[in-house]
């Protein structure tokens, strides 16, 4: 069974940064691509990074610059660091896990969300 837990979110205020982890239990972690997405208040879920098994990194064009996404498969454990935040990026950030694939509806396995509020 893949269980995703992330952790590191809080407030900050804007300019800041902040970084979120997620760690992925059970087998097969260096197989799957690995995905942060965000979910604001009465907005749609967006991806806003993603890296491959061979660590090739994929960005939302709102958060080019000033995310970066980075992975270590002997600690099973996906990042996302987060600087220069805005007040925009507030929201519930989810780590998740695709075995195939790189668009939103191929990441099957999802974490319970870790909540960034970046304060103006």
């Known amino acids: 069974q893949v269980q995703l837990v992330e952790s590191g979110g809080g407030l900050v205020q804007a300019g800041g940064s902040l970084s979120l982890s997620c760690a992925i239990s059970g087998r097969g972690f260096n197989t799957y691509i690995m995905g942060w997405f965000r979910q604001a208040p009465g907005k749609q879920r967006e991806l806003v990074a993603q890296v491959t098994i061979g660590s090739s990194t994929d960005y939302a064009d709102s958060v080019k610059g000033r995310f970066t996404i980075s992975r270590d498969n002997a600690k099973n454990t996906v990042y996302l660091q987060m600087n220069s935040l805005k007040p925009a990026d507030t929201a519930v950030y989810y780590c998740?896990?695709?075995?195939?694939?790189?668009?939103?509806?191929?990441?099957?396995?999802w974490g319970q969300g870790t909540q960034v509020t970046v304060s103006s």
């Open positions: 998740a896990a695709a075995r195939a694939g790189m668009g939103p509806t191929d990441y099957e396995y």
